[in-house]
């Protein structure tokens, strides 16, 4: 199982556009969603490759950007999490692309 790394780009991208003071509350909906979604997928594939420490990181983004019970945080917060979020998935793009 693996996280194709323009699927890693995009999100990183969504996660830079975030961090910016856009008008839009559905875009965040949308971030939070999508950010969510690949931040656990990427806690599954760190823990089945034994990597608990990447695995920890990724499933407390996941809980960070979880749709359905938001988290609270001042918008400087959000966007020092999404900025450190958006590098932390580019860094780790080739261990989510590789096959196991």
């Known amino acids: ?12 991208i969504m996660l830079l556009i975030g961090a910016l003071p856009i008008p839009w509350y559905d875009y965040y909906t949308l971030l939070r969603i ?7 997928f990427a806690a599954f594939i760190a823990f089945r490759r034994r990597r608990l420490a990447l695995a920890i990181v ?3 983004l996941a809980i960070a950007f979880n749709p359905f019970i938001k988290v609270h945080f001042p918008t400087e ?24």
């Open 77 to 100: 917060v959000w966007n020092t999490v999404d900025i450190v979020a958006a590098i932390l998935l580019l860094l780790s793009a080739k261990f989510l692309a590789r096959k196991s």
């Open 34 to 40: 999508v950010g969510c979604s690949v931040f656990a």
């Open 58 to 60: 990724f499933a407390l």
């Open 1 to 12: 199982m693996t996280i194709p790394p323009p699927l890693s780009f995009a999100v990183a």
